[in-house]
């Protein structure tokens, strides 16, 4: 395996993922809104702040309106990280390695490059904003799909899952910190209707809300909530699960390789800072604290699977 | 003939209003005319469907090919630079009577071509023989004094061949040229029969087309045998200039059905007179390169300094013997235009037989007396430049304006031996779907089509059956490349 088709590899499936968690996090941020008549005059400031982009939103648009944010996130074509972007990125780094993936993978992120390129804000008209990301969301399960269907279980596959779990567990936390930093209603809304209808719809955008009526029944609790999305080694969107992924997928490309690997180190130390902790803990010590630890050592285990494995000098 | 003012009725297959050239010679109607069994059902099938159908087979096969990404890239074009590659849907269809004496032409020529490679980069018996005037080789832009050293694994300079044919007016095939350096176009060859394949799988079927699926297969055994030192399970690569080059996706296409890494110059390294890629694990031993980057950019310590596409110390890799290339350097010379008008008597020089495929009749403007002959009338002339491929710099006489041929005039009186000149062929026609984007009804009108069949050579010589049939899209046009605005079709060989 080359590095720069490593590289390739690894660019794709994580710009997919960033492409499916931004989709997730504007939908849930519009499904907010919809369910709690905003208080705010900008409701959409929050994802912006999120995303740490801003100041790069507000050199283009007067106002932080739905239309406006909508359009930056989708189809903006000079936000390097608008989900047509992330898809362009992964199909063009997929371009120059379809000798290594399956040609129905290719066919499949092809046909939604191609659908892409149609896009205009008329989509958010007609069908609609959740008929467009739910139709976006089937696109990326099933490119999920084929990926696990028809790709053989060698290096171009683990390089593949490596970007994707990495991207994963980055965005779960980032996701989490949307809803408990940013929406956090007024103190005396805490466990109200409005709280919990708000839990209700992160849970969903994380495909979560089963699987947590599956595991705790039907009231919602934030212990539980951050349980679920953060420590459920079941759960396929966890933190935990995802960097469980990431570590598994790196000790096998290091397993070849004769030095020891810090990335495998890093993931390694992160998973057992993760398993070490306790929801009721990390709410009381401070979650935002928490989730931007486990953003910031996701960044660097990228750093460092960089330096090992794809920088090519 | 003002095929566009035929009213073409709705319910009229659209065969009924086909009227084939004057004075031109119609592939598909003199297959009927001859017509066996076997290729009735074509006609039925596909020249008997109304307009209506045939739009809609147009607009699936293009649907088909932007689905699959089989593009080309345009050089200097602004407006996103990929492109389908136009698909005509109606196939050209070779007997196996014809194909079996092409077949063993083609093997000729690619053969006689390798020998003559091994000759100019060895021995110069040619020369001493005077059968090729050395001067012309000495001259030849592509002449590479850096291949002189190197010794090709099996004495193989041409692993991959295309060889360009036209028929003429009566019908015979004539080669066009010879393209023996990188020759592109088989990824569509490939791709054009899958499409056809799933849009009329009965028809192929019926008319017992023969199968090109082995050729990736043929490819690598090809490559593999080429390895130095008859290694059994050599290391292939194949090295592309990158997502840029025109002919990226053939690229792709072709590592991917070999199964290949495919590799840019960055990727490779050349250390203690071997070659190395540089894979997450470290570096691993290439040993053989099917290389689609040009001599100039293969190695910037030889060839071109400025290149980033080569690998510094490839050639010194090559002459150590470490490694393998397809092709070999310096192939050029062989389907220089010029060097061409010999290809005849080299193969009698060295297999003492006669060329089983004739070539067109070729003035080398080097010469005075012929240089006369084509300045008095250059007007009825095709003038080519002897070291350009791909249809540019190509002067057609007939078509061309007084201004450019005073130009062409001067250019060759400026420099003659950089050009050749040829009598205009007037290439075989073939029905092709017309109007198929358009608001009215598609209908077929004959166009101007030539054939590359693709050989290769490893231990033995294999042809894939038919090649890449191109077509001239614009009425009249006798210009077939991609690059210039032509098409495609699916090319049927028929099982014997």
């Known amino acids: 395996m080359l590095k720069r088709i490593a590289d390739h590899l690894f660019w794709t499936a994580r710009n997919l993922e960033r492409a499916e968690w931004r989709a997730r996090l504007v939908e849930v941020n519009y499904q907010l809104l919809i369910e709690t008549p905003p208080r705010d005059l ?35 074509a000079d936000n390097p990280n608008s989900i047509r972007n992330c898809i362009n990125v992964a199909r063009s780094n997929a371009r120059a390695l379809r000798n290594q993936l399956s040609s129905e993978l290719w066919l499949g992120l092809n046909t939604l490059y191609l659908a892409a390129q149609e896009w205009t804000p008329e989509v958010f008209k007609w069908p609609g904003v959740f008929a467009y990301f739910a139709e976006l969301k089937d696109s990326f399960y099933q490119l999920a799909g084929i990926r696990r269907g028809t790709m053989p279980r060698d290096l171009a596959y683990d390089f593949m899952e490596l970007g994707s779990m990495l991207e994963r567990a980055e965005d779960v936390a980032r996701m989490l910190d949307v809803k408990y930093h940013f929406l956090l209603p007024r103190l005396e809304d805490v466990g109200g209707a409005i709280d919990l209808l708000q839990w209700a719809a992160v849970l969903r955008s994380a495909s979560g809300l089963e699987a947590y009526r599956k595991r705790y029944g039907g009231a919602i609790r934030v212990d539980n909530v951050v349980d679920i999305l953060l420590f459920d080694p079941t759960f396929p969107r966890s933190a935990v699960y995802s960097v ?55 960044a660097e285990i990228s750093e460092l699977v960089f330096e090992e494995y794809l920088k090519a000098a | 003939m003002g095929m566009t003012a035929i009213e073409v009725s709705k319910s009229l297959p659209v065969w009924a209003a086909y009227r084939a050239g004057e004075g031109l010679f119609d592939e598909m109607l003199d297959l009927a005319k001859r017509s066996n069994s076997r290729s009735s ?56 009577e014809t194909w079996a004496m092409l077949e063993a032409g083609l093997i ?60 003429g007016p009566d019908g015979r095939f004539h080669v066009l040229e010879d393209n023996v350096r990188t020759p592109s176009g088989v990824s ?5 029969r899958v499409v056809m394949t799933r849009l009329v799988p009965d028809l192929i079927r019926a008319c017992r087309v023969r199968s090109i699926e082995r050729y990736p297969t043929d490819l690598l055994q090809c490559l593999c045998e080429i390895a130095p030192g008859g290694k059994s399970h050599p290391t292939v690569a194949l090295l592309t200039p990158g997502p840029y ?217 294999r042809v894939l059956p038919g090649g890449l049939t191109r077509v001239a899209l614009r009425e009249g046009s006798l210009i077939v490349n991609s690059s210039q605005g032509g098409g495609s079709k699916d090319t049927w060989v028929l099982e014997a």
């Open chain 2, 245 to 461: 080059n025109s002919a990226f996706f053939e690229h792709v296409f072709l590592s991917q059905q070999m199964g290949v890494e495919l590799v840019e110059g960055r990727d490779l390294v050349c250390m203690d007179l071997k070659l190395y890629m540089k894979t997450v694990h470290g570096l691993r031993q290439v040993d053989v390169v099917y290389r689609r980057v040009d001599d100039d950019f293969l190695d910037p310590m030889v060839f071109r300094s400025d290149s980033q596409l080569g690998v510094p110390g490839l050639a010194a890799v090559l002459r150590a013997g470490n490694a393998a290339i397809a092709n070999a350097i310096g192939t050029g010379v062989a389907d220089d235009k010029a060097v061409y008008a010999y290809t005849p008597a080299m193969i009698r020089y060295y297999f003492g037989e006669e060329p089983i495929i004739p070539i067109v009749e070729t003035y080398l403007l080097r010469d005075r007396d012929a240089r006369e002959t084509v300045l008095k009338d250059l007007d009825r002339y095709v003038v080519k430049p002897t070291g350009a491929s791909g249809g540019y710099g190509v002067v057609i006489g007939p078509h061309a304006s007084e201004r450019e041929l005073e130009e062409t005039r001067l250019q060759i009186m400026r420099d003659p031996a950089a050009f050749i000149a040829q009598p205009v062929v007037s290439l075989s026609v073939h029905p092709t779907v017309v109007n198929a984007r358009a608001e009215t009804a598609p209908f077929l009108a004959p166009r101007h089509i030539d054939l590359r069949p693709f050989v290769l050579l490893g231990a033995k010589p």
């Open chain 2, 41 to 96: 059902p074509i006609t039925e099938a596909l020249l008997s469907m109304p307009p209506e159908a045939l739009a809609d087979l147009c607009a699936r096969a293009e649907a088909m090919f932007r689905r699959m990404g089989v593009t080309f890239n345009v050089y200097g074009s602004e407006d996103g630079t990929e492109r389908i590659f136009p698909f005509d849907p109606i196939p050209r269809v070779i007997d196996a």
């Open chain 2, 188 to 192: 569509y060859v490939l791709e054009n």
């Open chain 1, 42 to 76: 900008q409701p959409w400031e929050p994802l912006l702040a999120i995303f740490g982009e801003r100041e790069e939103f507000s050199e283009r648009y007067a106002s932080a309106d739905e239309a406006s944010v909508l359009n930056y996130f989708t189809l903006d």
């Open chain 2, 108 to 167: 000729q020529r690619v053969r006689v071509l390798n020998a003559f490679l091994a000759d100019v980069y060895g021995e110069g018996c040619i020369f001493k023989d005077g059968v090729v005037p050395r001067d012309l080789i000495l001259g030849c832009p592509q002449f590479r004094r850096a291949a002189a050293g190197i010794r090709p694994p099996l004495g193989n300079y041409v692993t991959v061949g295309g060889i360009d044919l036209v028929r």
């Open chain 1, 244 to 298: 469980g992924r990431l570590r598994a997928f790196i000790d096998r490309i290091a397993a070849d390789s004769p030095e020891a690997s810090a990335a495998a180190a890093a993931a390694g130390k992160l998973l057992a800072e993760i398993n070490a902790s306790k929801p009721a803990e990390i709410i009381h010590d401070g979650l935002h604290q928490f989730l931007l630890h486990v953003q910031d050592s996701c």
